[in-house]
């Protein structure tokens, strides 16, 4: 962005239309168009597989804050940043401050589930300011590949630590405590 351009706002993003998600990365207002179908699928299978043993602590150890696209206020001159899912360890968001619009603390965990028109903006701007907060681990998935990919934090920055495609049963950290069957990712 040169100097002399405006830096995207708040209400830029209340100004876009309901239809598209808006996000301000690094000063610039992205609109993408809202997840299709099946992204949508993905992200809701994924999060009812980690909301029992991850957030109600049934078959699995819990202690997650666990939110399907929080809007989150990440950094001083705050990037607004929409990820598919993401979670925050319970020792470091006690309650999850339901009167907010926003949440301003980073997550521990994101999972951004790709598309054409939001792949570039995943594996690069978002991929930074979410490294730029040291959120500790970032997965991305890809329903046309059906693949996901495991990243974690190391030095200021995210090392892959893992990738599977197909149907195969994972068991992929911070969630390694129980296995993870792709397959029903994938699933109409």
């Known amino acids: 962005m040169s100097d002399c351009a405006r830096r995207a706002t708040y209400q830029d993003v209340l100004d876009t239309p309901p239809n598209q998600v808006a996000e301000v990365l690094n000063g610039v207002l992205h609109a993408t168009p809202r997840p299709s179908l099946s992204c949508r699928n993905v992200t809701s299978v994924l999060a009812g597989e980690l909301y029992l043993p991850f957030r109600r602590g049934i078959k699995g150890p819990g202690r997650w804050a666990l939110l399907v696209e929080p809007e989150l206020h990440l950094g001083t001159d705050p990037d607004i940043v929409i990820p598919d899912i993401a979670a925050w360890r ?8 339901m009167r907010n619009a926003a949440i ?8 951004e589930v790709i598309s054409p028109s939001t792949e570039a903006l995943d594996r690069r701007d978002k991929m930074q300011i979410y490294a730029r907060e040291l959120v500790a681990h970032y997965w991305l998935i890809d329903p046309r590949l059906r693949r996901l990919e495991v990243y974690r934090m190391e030095a200021g920055s995210f090392a892959l630590m893992a990738a599977w495609e197909g149907d195969v049963t994972v068991r992929a950290a911070p969630f390694d405590a129980v296995e993870i069957e792709l397959g029903v990712l994938w699933q109409e």
């Open 104 to 111: 301003f603390l980073a997550p521990d965990w994101v999972c």
């Open 90 to 97: 319970r020792d470091r968001m006690p309650q999850i401050p």
